[in-house]
C-alpha cells in the first residue's frame, strides 16, 4: 500500500494561493487515480481535483479555473495549486490514491480562508 503525506495548508486571506502537496512512499504504475478531496466541517467530503495515470484530470465545478492539479513522478508528488481562494474553500484537504484493488489515504492538511 502506497502511504500519502500531505502538506502545504496553512492560512491564507481571501484571493491569496497555496500549493499543496502529497509525497507518495513508491512510484505510482500504470492504472491509478489520483486525487484530492476537502470536508469542510458540517459537510460531506467532496471530490476537488483528479488525475489519472494516463493523465486524465478532472475538477469540480467550484473550483475550475482556480484550481491546478499536477503530478511529477520524479518525485512522487501530486500537487494542488490553489489560486483565487475563497472563505468557501476552506476545509481539510486529503490526498487520495487507488487502483481497483488498494486505496491510499493521507492525514489531511488544513486550508483555512480567513480576512
Known amino acids: 500500500q502506497v502511504q500519502l503525506v500531505e502538506s502545504g495548508g496553512g492560512l491564507v486571506r481571501p484571493g491569496g494561493s497555496l500549493r499543496l502537496s502529497c509525497a507518495t512512499s513508491?512510484?505510482?504504475?500504470?492504472?491509478?487515480?489520483m486525487a484530492w478531496y476537502r470536508q469542510a466541517p458540517g459537510k460531506q467530503r467532496e471530490l476537488v481535483a483528479s488525475?489519472?495515470?494516463?493523465?486524465?484530470?478532472n475538477y469540480a465545478d467550484s473550483v475550475k479555473g482556480r484550481f491546478t492539479i499536477s503530478r511529477d513522478n520524479t518525485k512522487n508528488t501530486i500537487y494542488l495549486q490553489m489560486n483565487g481562494l475563497k472563505l468557501e474553500d476552506t476545509a481539510v484537504y486529503s490526498c487520495?490514491?487507488?487502483?481497483?484493488?488498494?486505496?491510499?489515504w493521507g492525514q489531511g492538511t488544513q486550508v483555512t480562508v480567513s480576512s
Open positions: 487520495n490514491i487507488r487502483n481497483p484493488i488498494t486505496t491510499s
Open positions: 513508491r512510484s505510482v504504475g500504470n492504472g491509478y487515480f
Open positions: 488525475i489519472t495515470t494516463a493523465g486524465i484530470i
